[in-house]
């Protein structure tokens, strides 16, 4: 809280001493995560970005750049897990192959606060081109992990009294992805970097951004023993006042 109210006295402050500018911004982001657990597929999906921009300029090249931002980061995914398993009646053993498959898809959804420093490459009366460097903090407004999960068995020695080879997969299982099994935390830190062109037009400036955000923090509490970081590449237009 106490970098948004250093934020918040910033531009209060600055409106009696430099021009400001504040405005909307929105677009499309899509989610690059990394993980420690092997993925078998994983499909970025676009989902929306939109929020209140402010810029403070600092120099003739040089501004702050802040605000507050809502992302949701959509992706479909396909993940598999085997381990041996084996079930004993009486003196017989039969050992086999246990196949786990989560066909889902994830949502997340984030309130972020980042602070930007902003250089222009260029700038010329009508037209700024410029880069954009800094971090951001975020909070996990909600998310939503939601599929199917299959359940198969493979090298069942039974399997040749019904005509079938002891190598075929059986399936035993199948039902919704269990929710518990993943959990998250709701603070998230990254790094971002990026750029973009403000167009002069009315009273205001028209921007065009690309930025990319890579997570510092694992954002996942469960399975303690993997990692999962936040990412995304952004694409957003907006209007500054």
């Not at 021009?19 to 597929?41: C, D, F, H, M, T």
């Not at 053993?93 to 994830?106: A, F, I, Q």
């Not at 009315?202 to 990412?231: Q, W």
């Amino acid at each position: 809280m106490r970098i948004v109210r250093l934020i918040v006295l910033g531009l209060v402050y600055g409106q009696g001493q430099r021009s400001w500018s504040i405005g909307p911004q929105i677009g499309l982001n899509l989610p690059a995560y990394r993980s420690s657990e092997k993925v078998q597929k994983a499909a970025a999906l676009p989902g929306f970005t939109g929020g209140v921009a402010f810029r403070y300029p600092i120099k003739s090249r040089w501004a702050l750049v802040s605000g507050f931002t809502f992302n949701q980061r959509n992706s479909a995914y396909l993940v598999q897990e085997s381990y041996p398993g084996d079930t004993t009646v009486g003196s017989f053993r039969d050992e086999y192959t246990v196949h786990v498959t989560n066909d889902g898809r994830l949502e997340l959804a984030h309130l972020e606060l980042p602070v930007l420093v902003e250089y222009a490459i260029k700038h010329i009366d009508q037209m700024r081109t410029y880069l954009l460097m800094g971090m951001h903090v975020g909070y996990m407004l909600f998310y939503k992990n939601y599929g199917t999960t299959q359940v198969a068995l493979e090298g069942l020695d039974f399997l040749p009294l019904f005509g079938f080879s002891p190598q075929t997969r059986v399936i035993i299982a199948q039902g919704p992805i269990d929710k518990a099994r993943v959990g998250f935390r709701r603070g998230d830190v990254g790094v971002w970097i990026g750029g973009g062109n403000a167009y002069a037009m009315g009273r205001g400036k028209m921007t065009f951004e690309v930025r990319a955000f890579t997570g510092l923090t694992n954002i996942f509490s469960r399975p303690p023993d993997t990692r999962f970081y936040n990412g995304s590449v952004l694409f957003l237009t907006g209007y500054l006042f």
